[in-house]
């Protein structure tokens, strides 16, 4: 280790010792191979915190530059920042070279351009994503050398900030592109006040030697035209890296003309600035592979040795890097744990998966949460009103019309604010948007609108009667399908008892859902909703599960058999027959045709008597001589001879 580094180190060890907790500061150097697994166990079994950091620090005495670096870094990403400015001064410079390092194939060039940036490090356990890294380096291509803004978007936790510092740790890529060096800003939510202290900061590193000036600037204007004239004059070729950007008017204060790569959940944040834009989506779940790769990482285990509760970890959470990196790092220090957080992660229970990661956010409600805190307070209760939404369902526009009673322009306005901010997705089938949910958003809005959610379902009700009668929904109807599939979810989750039996026990709409959908889904749903539909009568349930049980093969079939005709052969006594007689009485008047078994009482096994009447008109029908049999034609081409007793 350099002498200087080395006396730095010596200078302020009584600070570092008092101040710091080992765990985390390890982890990292740990993942840039500076300390092994023996020497952090060496550590772990100090029996103080201040013993602890007194032996990793006798251990960095010992070591190289590389592991002061490590080190240094470690405090500016763990919280230690006023540490680190002590250790400042001494972080030794390491020689350019193309010769490659021990971890991971970088070379000391790229780790000292990076350190002095301020780059994050590679989290403790790592994986590759190529694929993107590629995209990003492509588009940073793109601007050629000139000012512009390459966007990283995408919801909480899909891995932006690791992506973006992945994308510049390359030699070749590094000194072709950016040979001024790398810049990193770690943005996040600011006021003005804030956003004056990073601008600050920023100019104090890019003029270390005070060159330029001998005070900080002391205003926003004073500091944006500061950091033009040293990203021009002195720092040309360079890039900047804003992380975690939230607000639009932040980046004006950084629209200087020069390169400027930033991660952010809200793609339209650069709509406010000049110069070539270029965006990068990152899709918010890993591969299977990758999760479990990840987890393999965290536990120490091979891919192929892992329980089946990460399989169904990984399924879950729809391969979230964020909750995938934070039940890890709670399995490496809990091995036993798999099957309870599983069950918490299946039960919601977002705040006990938690533990200080590589990401702001410690647990998984708190990284959901603040994207919808920052909402604009008028289209808030809008995304509450979101919180019905089922898994894996895609919601068409005209839907969300009714239920906020607004112009389809309205909506999509509000809509593509929350696609925009990464909390909603937007499936574009030509002229048709339909929008859903990511599976941990709809999990997490049902949580924290638990008492809520009856309400809401039944504004979901309320509404569609406002603008839809049942028997008038047609099949070219945008939204038509949606209410079939969850018009019997929302009235059974708003507790909407009586209105469910009277949909459920009613021959309109098992013709008009079963002509669409066929019969399981109803089936499914009579079993689902058993419990509501007991309460108003057993036996009036019971009738018309029956119904459908035994005439399900004929109410999938095309053409559609005549639903009345098939109630018909229902007993007497069932609400079914009632039901279809009553229906059958009113049609007569218009020249329909119904037969009705008189011998019924006589037959053991009703669910013989099926009849499949002619599907179109009648043109002719005659008895037979005894009076036993009749046969009919008509325009569906069909001869049928039936017998009548």
Not at 588 to 596: H, Q
Request: aromatic share 8%.
């Amino acid at each position: 280790m350099d002498a200087k580094a080395r006396n730095c180190l010596l200078q302020h060890r009584e600070a570092l010792e008092r101040d710091i907790k080992t765990s985390y500061i390890m982890d990292h150097m740990i993942s840039d191979g500076v300390l092994t697994v023996l020497e952090e166990e060496k550590v772990k079994i100090e029996p103080t915190q201040q013993q602890r950091a007194a032996m990793l620090i006798k251990m960095i005495l010992k070591k190289d530059n590389y592991c002061y670096i490590s080190f240094y870094n470690a405090l500016l990403h763990e919280g230690y920042k006023d540490l680190a400015v002590l250790l400042h001064d001494g972080v030794p410079v390491v020689s350019s070279s193309n010769s490659k390092d021990s971890v991971g194939g970088i070379t000391s060039y790229v780790r000292t351009v990076l350190c002095e940036g301020g780059v994050p490090q590679r989290p403790v356990v790592f994986v590759t994503r190529k694929k993107l890294v590629n995209a990003i380096q492509q588009k940073l291509l793109k601007l050629n050398g000139e000012p512009g803004w390459v966007t990283i978007y995408g919801m909480a936790g899909c891995g932006k900030s690791v992506l973006a510092a992945e994308a510049v740790r390359d030699h070749s890529f590094l000194e072709g592109c950016f040979p001024g060096g790398v810049h990193w800003v770690s943005v996040g939510k600011q006021d003005k006040s804030g956003l004056l202290m990073k601008l600050q900061n920023l100019c104090a590193r890019l003029d270390q030697d005070n060159s330029f000036s001998q005070r900080l600037p002391l205003n926003i204007e004073e500091a944006k035209d500061r950091l033009r004239i040293l990203m021009l004059h002195k720092h040309p070729r360079s890039l900047l890296i804003l992380d975690d950007v939230w607000d639009p008017w932040v980046l004006k204060a950084f629209d200087n003309q020069c390169q400027i790569l930033l991660t952010t959940r809200d793609k339209s944040v650069t709509d406010s600035v000049m110069g070539p834009k270029y965006v990068v989506p990152v899709e918010s779940g890993l591969g299977k592979e990758k999760g479990l790769e990840i987890l393999s990482l965290f536990v120490n285990m091979k891919k192929a040795d892992l329980p089946e509760q990460a399989h169904s970890i990984i399924r879950e959470c729809k391969g979230s890097p964020l909750v995938v990196s934070l039940i890890g790092a709670l399995l490496r220090d809990f091995p036993n744990r798999w099957e309870y957080y599983l069950r918490q992660l299946q039960n919601k229970q977002f705040k006990r998966i938690r533990k200080s990661s590589f990401y702001d956010y410690e647990a998984l409600d708190e990284a959901m949460s603040i994207s919808v805190e920052m909402l604009r307070e008028d289209i808030k209760n809008y995304y509450t009103d979101l919180s019905i939404l089922q898994k894996d369902v895609k919601v068409p526009t005209k839907v969300l019309c009714i239920l906020w009673d607004m112009e389809t322009e309205e909506v999509e306005d509000i809509l593509q604010e929350f696609v925009n901010k990464s909390l909603l997705f937007c499936d574009r089938n030509g002229r048709s948007f339909h929008y859903y949910l990511h599976d941990l958003q709809v999990d997490f809005l049902t949580e924290k609108n638990r008492s809520q959610l009856q309400d809401l379902h039944k504004k979901m009700i309320t509404q569609f009667r406002r603008h839809h009668q049942l028997h008038r929904l047609s099949p070219d109807q945008e939204d038509c399908m949606y209410w079939y599939n969850f018009l019997a979810y929302h009235m059974a989750s708003a507790s909407m008892h009586k209105e469910l039996c009277a949909l459920m026990f009613s021959l309109d709409w098992i013709k008009a859902k079963t002509e669409l959908v066929g019969p399981a889904h109803l089936i499914h749903e009579f079993v689902e909703y058993r419990h509501i539909l007991d309460e108003k009568d057993y036996t009036v349930c019971e009738n018309f599960q029956e119904f459908l049980s035994l005439n399900g093969h004929l109410l999938g079939r095309q053409p559609f058999p005549n639903i009345v005709q098939l109630g018909l052969c229902e007993p007497e006594t069932s609400e079914v027959y009632q039901q279809a007689k009553l229906q059958a009485k009113q049609e007569v008047d218009s020249g329909m045709l119904y037969l009705e078994w008189i011998n019924k009482k006589n037959i053991e096994n009703l669910s013989r008597l099926v009849v499949r009447p002619h599907t179109d008109a009648v043109y002719h029908a005659c008895f037979s001589e005894d009076g036993q049999r009749i046969a009919s034609c008509g325009a569906d081409k069909t001869l049928q001879v039936k017998h009548t007793s």
